[in-house]
T-cell receptor, first 113, second 113 residues
Framework: DADVTQTPRNRITKTGKRIMLECSQT?????MYWYRQDPGLGLRLIYY???????NKGEISDGYSVSRQAQAKFSLSLESAIPNQTALYFC????????????FGQGTRLTVV | GQNIDQPTEMTATEGAIVQINCTYQ??????LFWYQQHAGEAPTFLSY????GLEEKGRFSSFLSRSKGYSYLLLKELQMKDSASYLC??????????????FGRGTQLTVWP
């Protein structure tokens, strides 16, 4: 089983719908991140959380919200999806105590029609 | 703002050596990372440099010059499976083990037989 699991893996939704992407991890890491990847634009940070009570906006947080339900769970919501939110979304984790790398989930491919 | 530049595309032949350059100008610096990403898959960690110099790991080496804001990833004895996108990323949060990563747009490497 993957250490960082994202659900769903693929999703097609309609404009205006609310959608939640979920991320759970078994690595015991305290820090979690949501990134978005678009062709030709690389990975961009949406939100990040350094512990359960800490939530911070990244580069491109408009139109998104997050919830850190537990140390192991970090969800990303699109309150009212729009077509330009069509992208590949990645959750990642890191360990503030010893880590020097971030571990990524398998990604969620979201299409807004 | 943050700026990380790397070439968009590179090609090389099997068995050859290729060097992928990355230059950066960022508001903070706590290390430079290289990730490999195959199409549609999660990025996977290749290397980490926080001090100037060369880090070698098997067929892969990474170099950092902090004064020049410059890094390169060197891939030796290229194999077909090395065809992928290579992502340069800077950790922005000084004083922490690993915080936010700011990514370049990635270099798509194609290895020909």
């Amino acid at each position: 089983d993957a250490d960082v699991t994202q659900t769903p893996r693929n999703r097609i939704t309609k404009t205006g719908k609310r959608i939640m992407l979920e991320c759970s991890q078994t690595k015991g890491h305290d820090r979690m991140y949501w990134y978005r990847q678009d062709p030709g634009l690389g990975l961009r940070l949406i939100y990040y959380s350094f512990d359960v009570k800490d939530i911070n906006k990244g580069e491109i947080s408009d139109g998104y919200s997050v919830s850190r339900q537990a140390q192991a769970k970090f969800s990303l919501s699109l309150e009212s999806a729009i077509p330009n939110q069509t992208a590949l979304y990645f959750c990642a984790t890191s360990d503030s105590r010893v880590g020097t790398e971030a571990f990524f989930g398998q990604g969620t491919r979201l299409t807004v029609v | 703002g943050q700026n990380i530049d790397q070439p968009t595309e590179m090609t090389a032949t099997e068995g050859a050596i290729v060097q992928i350059n990355c230059t950066y100008q960022t508001s903070g610096f706590n290390g430079l990372f290289w990730y490999q990403q195959h199409a549609g898959e999660a990025p996977t960690f290749l290397s980490y440099n926080v001090l100037d110099g060369l880090e070698e790991k098997g067929r892969f080496s990474s170099f950092l010059s902090r004064s020049k804001g410059y890094s390169y990833l060197l891939l030796k004895e290229l194999q077909m499976k090395d065809s992928a996108s290579y992502l340069c990323a800077v950790s922005l949060d000084r004083g922490s083990t690993l915080g936010r990563l700011y990514f370049g747009r990635g270099t798509q490497l194609t290895v020909w037989p």
